[in-house]
């Protein structure tokens, strides 16, 4: 891959196009699951189950998805992964049991790692890489955001098969963009990723700690938060919530991506990608003493930028920049799917504010470690300087 080599936007739009219609179903199913998965004969246990098997999943593939999309190259990978994310979509309408429903989210886990990979190394491939990263990130999201603000309401008159049959007829626009891709992009020739780490660097530890609580439990239970936090509303109401604030979370991400990724290019991936984890962190803080919309409103638009910077600054962290992006993604998803289960667990708890608030203050620490605040501190207090 030819790093830093193109100047045309026109390769990562698309990726990053062919991964927004394909997620259609899957953004649907967060703030569906939660509230409406009983009705479908799920246990709350299950519920969280299926809403992070899809992570678990990529966990183990990560890596040689990535070995896959460089040996073979990237178009033919994503198409693959479209029309296998189509089908998923279509499948969540008409699982008869819990197999099913596995075999569905687990085949989105893996179409999901390719078209994440395949949308990060187009832009990676930029000259300008931190602005193409962000807008990558920003096209990603418009799928899902659109998701969260028409598919809800479509619950009182079309019942659930109908609705997901709906989403994967709207998906099918994916299979153009990716099919649009350069042929030629990528490694023709396999190349030697190293061995997984199995000890985190204290940035992938970070990345891991970030995703267990705003991609899980946060997305998760944002929902029966507002239920508990907020007197005489409804299940409904609260649903509707939660998929308000999801939406909002989208739209941060399609807003603030581009921006944050401008200035990286300006003053560089650390500064920014510091400066947003500061503020992830204080609107951690808020949800979880009850400030709930407040707290959210910070949280996603921070979080937009530091998640869309995450793989640049990953990249510059590796001698290979797509072996140090696949292992930054697996630290990820290993967040995100130890998250979604936990909130999944947590629906009945009356102690999801105090699992946050003890995560939040860990993910403080191991952020000042990372950033040697501490030690910076010392250094001032002691000599003044």
């Not at 797509?322 to 909130?343: F, H, K, P």
Request: hydrophobic share 55%.
């Amino acid at each position: 891959m030819n790093i830093k080599g193109n100047s045309s936007f026109q390769a990562p739009i698309y990726a990053a196009l062919a991964l927004a219609f394909a997620s259609f179903g899957d953004a649907f199913l967060y703030p569906f699951l939660p509230l409406h998965g009983e009705r479908l004969g799920m246990s709350v246990a299950w519920i969280g189950i299926l809403l992070s098997i899809n992570r678990f999943a990529r966990i183990f593939t990560n890596t040689i998805i990535a070995r896959a999309c460089a040996t073979y190259g990237f178009r033919f990978i994503t198409i693959v992964a479209v029309g296998a994310a189509v089908l998923s979509t279509a499948g969540y309408g008409f699982a008869s049991g819990i197999a099913s429903w596995i075999l569905f989210r687990i085949s989105w886990g893996l179409s999901y790692s390719v078209l994440r990979i395949s949308a990060i190394s187009y832009s990676l491939d930029h000259e300008r890489q931190g602005f193409s990263l962000g807008l990558s990130k920003s096209v990603q999201e418009a799928g899902p955001m659109l998701t969260l603000l028409v598919a809800p309401p479509l619950l009182f008159p079309l019942d659930t098969k109908t609705i997901f049959l709906i989403l994967s007829i709207a998906s099918l626009p994916g299979f153009y963009f990716a099919m649009k891709l350069p042929k030629k992009f990528g490694v023709v020739t396999p190349f030697s990723f190293k061995r997984f780490a199995k000890i985190p660097s204290t940035f992938n530890l970070l990345t891991f700690c970030s995703s267990i609580l705003v991609e899980g439990i946060v997305v998760v239970t944002l929902g029966v938060l507002f239920l508990k936090h907020r007197e005489n509303i409804s299940v409904l109401t609260a649903s509707i919530l939660a998929a308000s604030y999801l939406g909002y979370r989208r739209v941060c991400l399609i807003a603030f991506s581009p921006f944050g990724g401008w200035i990286a290019d300006k003053y560089g991936f650390e500064k920014v990608f510091t400066g947003s984890m500061i503020m992830v962190l204080a609107g951690l803080i808020l949800l979880t003493v009850g400030y709930i919309e407040v707290g959210a409103i910070i949280l996603f638009a921070f979080y937009s930028i530091f998640s869309a910077l995450t793989p640049g600054a990953a990249s510059a962290k590796g001698t290979h920049a797509l072996d140090a992006v696949s292992e930054n993604a697996t630290w990820r998803d290993i967040g995100a799917a130890l998250g979604t289960l936990t909130g999944g667990l947590l629906l009945e708890s009356d102690f999801i504010a105090v699992f946050l608030f003890g995560g939040t203050a860990l993910m403080g620490m191991l952020f000042m470690f990372y950033a040697n605040i501490m030690g910076k501190a010392y250094k001032f207090l002691t000599t003044g300087k």
